[in-house]
């Protein structure tokens, strides 16, 4: 051998292919073990949802010259439609849910709903025979039934309100201001 041969020496491409695996596969199975997101961040991620799903059903409602209504229960929230009918005489409030994908039913995970309506507190506990339902009417004018909705988490103290005006104006808040 010369001493101007050298030989270099180094890595194949096979050999370091395998270890960028392994270094994926590490690193995806740590990334898997931490928790998906704590639930503050769930619990703004659902207020900031549930705010802007209100305003929009608004905005529909008098668009469509609607009247709909956000129908509360302890495990979740849906939007419909009420008519009004007249049968034998009558007045009949007809409700249909909406047939919309962005207004479908949602379930709410780890969290409950409570509200205050008229000054009085309406809990959303579900009882012995059937859940309590509590619905937020929308007129097409873009009035509200004068809420405030307390959306908390299950596990603990914390929550948000949403307060929603009799005219229609929706804000996000903590329990804190």
């Known amino acids: 051998m010369s001493p101007f041969s050298t030989r270099q020496r180094g890595f194949t491409l096979l050999e370091l292919m395998v270890v960028l695996v392994v270094l994926?596969?590490?690193?995806?199975?740590t990334t898997l073990s931490f928790p998906e997101t704590d639930e503050s961040d769930h619990l703004q991620r659902e207020g900031e949802r549930l705010v802007t799903l209100i305003k929009m059903a608004r905005d529909e409602a008098i668009i469509r010259n609607e009247e709909w209504a956000i129908v509360l229960t302890e495990t979740g929230y849906s939007f419909e439609l009420q008519e009004l009918t007249i049968v034998d005489n009558k007045a009949v409030v007809k409700r249909t849910p909406i047939d919309d994908k962005l207004f479908r039913t949602r379930p709410?995970?780890?969290?409950?709903?409570?509200?205050?309506?008229?000054?009085?507190?309406?809990?959303?506990?579900?009882?012995?025979?059937?859940?309590t339902i509590a619905r937020i009417y929308i007129l097409s004018s873009g009035e509200m039934t004068e809420t405030e909705l307390r959306l908390g988490l299950v596990s603990g103290e914390d929550y948000l309100r949403v307060n929603i005006s009799a005219l229609g104006e929706i804000t996000l808040k903590d329990k804190d201001s």
Request: glycine content about 6%; hydrophobic content about 40%.
């Open 24 to 29: 994926g596969i590490v690193v995806s199975m």
């Open 108 to 131: 709410l995970e780890r969290l409950k709903l409570s509200l205050l309506q008229e000054r009085t507190r309406i809990n959303l506990q579900e009882g012995d025979d059937k859940a």
